[in-house]
């Protein structure tokens, strides 16, 4: 294995949005029986070293490729599409709804059955959050990744959402 290869090649993937999760997490685990720290407990240093950087290549690279919005960041990185600058959207209509989510969720707490506004919540967001990768796959299968990074922001408004609303639910239950 080269520290050098993209997360794609490391699972032996095509650089797609679409991939088959099943088979990445079947080659995962391959990958992990023969690299894993445990296997070089007898090694000199630098086998143990080298295990121990491939396992944390492996599964930060399998965890960027599972989930949806880091595999699309990372496949615009793959591009030459700088994902690290702080930017936010322009879009003001995208930007009130989030408002009026965000407004819903804190409201959540004071609620006599939150978890039917939860729900619903979380299925407004799923639904959003699948439009916004469809956006970016039509964006960036048209090789049109200043219009796909822009759409990536507004996904990423609506994961940090998500995320927020699974924080609250623990607190809830």
């Known amino acids: 294995m080269d520290l050098k290869e993209n997360f794609f090649e490391?699972?032996?993937?095509?650089p797609l949005f679409h991939i088959d999760k099943q088979l990445l997490k079947r080659r995962y685990?391959?990958?992990?029986?023969n690299i894993?720290?445990?296997?070089?407990?007898?090694?000199d240093?630098?086998?143990k070293r080298l295990?121990?950087?491939?396992t944390s290549l492996v599964?930060?690279?399998?965890?960027?490729?599972?989930d949806d919005f880091s595999r699309a960041l990372y496949l615009l990185q793959l591009v030459g599409v700088d994902t690290t600058k702080e930017v936010t959207t322009a879009n003001t209509d995208f930007l009130m709804e989030q408002m009026q989510l965000r407004e819903r969720?804190?409201?959540v707490k004071e609620q006599a059955e939150p978890e039917n506004e939860l729900a619903e919540l979380g299925s407004v967001l799923k639904v959003?959050?699948?439009?916004?990768?469809?956006?970016f796959l039509q964006a960036f299968e048209k090789s049109e990744y200043d219009q796909a990074r822009k759409v990536t922001l507004e996904w990423q408004f609506l994961v940090k959402l998500q995320e927020d609303l699974r924080r609250v639910e623990d607190e809830l239950f």
């Open 10 to 14: 490391i699972f032996r993937l095509q």
């Open 29 to 33: 685990r391959e990958i992990q029986k």
């Open 36 to 43: 894993h720290p445990d296997r070089f407990a007898d090694s």
């Open 45 to 47: 240093a630098q086998q």
């Open 51 to 54: 295990s121990q950087q491939y």
């Open 59 to 66: 599964n930060e690279a399998y965890e960027v490729l599972d």
């Open 105 to 107: 969720l804190a409201a």
């Open 128 to 135: 959003k959050i699948n439009e916004k990768a469809r956006a």
